[in-house]
Nanobody, 122 residues
């Protein structure tokens, strides 16, 4: 399994930006698709974005299209989530995860990070 550690969360005002990072351990990072999910209090975990191992393919939930960008640097075993024009409804714990395929399904992701809190104030 790949071990994942997220960072970059914090408190930001509505309209602001944050960049999340997720560093992976292990030599299989470059062969894995990577995803970001989020979970708000009292809600189920929600898919946010995913990127293929080559970075040629990306997927986004409709609510973040045009605002969030997922990217990766395989030389640094790192995946990023650039979040712009943040809204209070983006407040959640954000998790990165690794999968063998490019997918939106949480069950297809075999490794998960511990999460990083993002809070957007109005």
């Amino acid at each position: 399994q790949v071990q994942l550690v997220e960072s970059g969360g914090g408190l930001v005002q509505a309209g602001g930006s944050l960049r999340l990072s997720c560093v992976a351990s292990g030599r299989t990072f470059s062969s894995n698709a990577m995803g970001w999910f989020r979970q708000a209090p009292g809600k189920e975990r929600e898919f946010v974005a995913a990127i293929s191992w080559s970075a040629h393919g990306t997927l986004y939930v409709d609510s973040v299209k045009g605002r969030f960008t997922i990217s990766r640097d395989n030389s640094k075993n790192t995946v990023f989530l650039q979040m712009n024009s943040l809204k209070p409804e983006d407040t959640a714990v954000y998790y990165c995860a690794a999968s063998k395929i490019l997918t939106t399904e949480p069950g297809d992701f075999g490794s998960w990070g511990q999460g990083t809190q993002v809070t957007v104030s109005s």
